[in-house]
């Protein structure tokens, strides 16, 4: 079944598939209504003309590729952003799904892409096409009685961002999620330069001499009457001391409502500065996010190796849930590490290596994708009963070639 590239004049299809599949209105009428895929984005689908008795100008699958940049291991590693993935109500059930993600993996594979990315509704279908859940968003509800004793931090004073200062917001969010897993790198075109629309707004913290410290974002909500009254996007710091004036400066909401609710990347630093023992996680449903490997020594490559790590292993790939050729996660791989540089040669299994190794890893699709973004051991994806066996030095290597922070995503300022 052929899958296509989807162009301007496909996109109120496109529109009502998606929003006949996940809501929304579409009225292609107004003048304001957009006329064209965003831009960054690839979007592919599957004609309804191409299937039996199928009628003209109807899409009977659809999805759409982000072109997002991710914090990888120290380095930036370039990730298809799988969103609006859809089957026409009058095809499901026929297998379209399974082409389309297949089409969608190639894709990102001719693009050059290291990974792939997804936020699921039902994390079972997608796994069989290789993708493994990596992290889940959280978020906490904190009393704002407890920031309120939080005592004011010297040297430091809040400014508010505006146009002009959210390149400064922007740098410092690059400085402070660089060495993280998986931080979107909110480039443009996805992530436009402008400041977010009202009612976003934030908070730049500056030391004396101005230099942004750290940063806070929130939205007012006045539409829930029990519900909390601020939400946090974000609350990043470089210091213990940074985390803890922007926690300050949300007590003084209090007047208005009682309680945040604060968005926080897996194991947030804002975690430890947090004061009093009223905070309790937020009851609505974690988003899931998953990972596929498209290219494992891109991947391994994009990042950076620990200083001290010098030696070579055999990494050995299997990915059973897509044709050969669909892209390049599975192989065998001969990784070599020296002065914080990853070389990977991809090799024939049978010849053997020349120099020599630490041993061999082998993990099928579902490890690779969970360990290559970092932040776990090979133990634990043994834990999860997926497949990651090695020889005893190469296993302490890869572990350590690999530590870092557990992946988070979060997906706006
Ligand atoms: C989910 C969706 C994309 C599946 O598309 P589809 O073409 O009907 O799926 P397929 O026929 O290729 O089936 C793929 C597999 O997923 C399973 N599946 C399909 N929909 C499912 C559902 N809602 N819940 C659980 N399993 C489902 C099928 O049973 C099938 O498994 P099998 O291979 O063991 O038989 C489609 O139902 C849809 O568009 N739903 C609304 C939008 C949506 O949920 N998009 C995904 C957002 S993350």
């Known amino acids: 079944m052929p899958v296509r590239d989807l162009t301007a004049e496909d996109f109120v299809s496109y529109r009502t598939l998606a929003s006949g599949a996940f809501g929304g209105g579409v009225d292609p009428a107004s003048p304001t209504a957009p006329r064209d895929f965003s831009a960054g ?38 990730c298809g952003g799988i969103a609006g993935l859809a089957v026409h109500p009058a095809y499901r059930g026929e ?51 407890d920031l309120q004793r939080i005592p004011a931090v010297p040297g430091r004073r809040l400014v508010p961002v505006t146009a002009e200062s959210m390149p400064r917001l922007r740098r410092l969010y690059h400085q402070l999620t660089s060495g993280d897993n998986l931080m979107l790198r909110r480039e443009p075109p996805l992530f436009p330069v402008a400041v977010p629309a009202h ?67 897996t194991e947030d630093p804002v975690l430890d500065v947090l004061p009093g023992g009223g905070a309790r996680p937020d009851p609505s449903p974690e988003p899931l996010v998953m990972m ?3 290219d494992t020594a891109a991947t391994l490559r994009a990042r950076r190796a620990p200083a001290a790590l010098d030696g070579t292993f055999e990494l050995v790939v299997q990915d059973a849930t897509v044709p050969a050729g669909t892209c390049r996660a599975a192989g065998t791989f001969l990784v070599s590490v020296q002065h914080g540089t990853i070389t990977v040669t991809e090799t024939d299994e049978q010849a053997g290596a020349a120099a020599p190794v630490l041993g061999t890893c082998r993990l099928d699709i579902h490890s690779a994708s969970l360990l ?19 020889d005893p030095a190469a296993e302490s290597f890869l572990d350590a070639l690999l530590a870092g922070p557990r992946p988070s995503v979060l997906d706006a300022f």
Do not use: K
């Open 41 to 78: 984005q690839i979007p592919l689908g599957i004609d309804a003309s191409a299937l039996p008795g199928g009628p003209r100008g109807v899409i009977a699958a659809g999805a759409r590729i982000r072109r997002d940049q991710v914090a990888l291991g120290g380095g930036v590693a370039r």
């Open 95 to 145: 297998g379209l799904f399974g082409t389309l993600l297949a089409a969608v993996i190639a894709r990102c594979h001719a693009e050059g892409m290291e990974l792939s990315m997804l936020y699921p509704s039902n994390p079972s279908i997608y796994r069989r096409y290789g993708y493994q859940v990596v992290a889940r968003g959280r978020s906490l509800l904190v009393p704002l009685v």
């Open 199 to 265: 009612p976003w707004s934030a908070l730049l913290l500056e030391d004396d001499a101005g230099t942004a410290q750290g940063y806070v974002s929130w939205t007012r909500r006045t539409d829930a009457a029990d519900g909390p009254g601020l939400e946090v996007h974000e609350l990043l710091g470089r210091t213990r001391a940074d985390r803890q004036a922007l926690l300050r400066s949300l007590g003084s909401w209090s007047t208005v409502t009682e309680r945040v609710r604060i968005r926080l990347r």
């Open 292 to 294: 596929r490997v498209i």
């Open 372 to 390: 290559l973004v970092g932040g776990r051991t090979l133990a634990d994806a043994r834990r999860l009963g997926l497949r990651a066996d090695a």
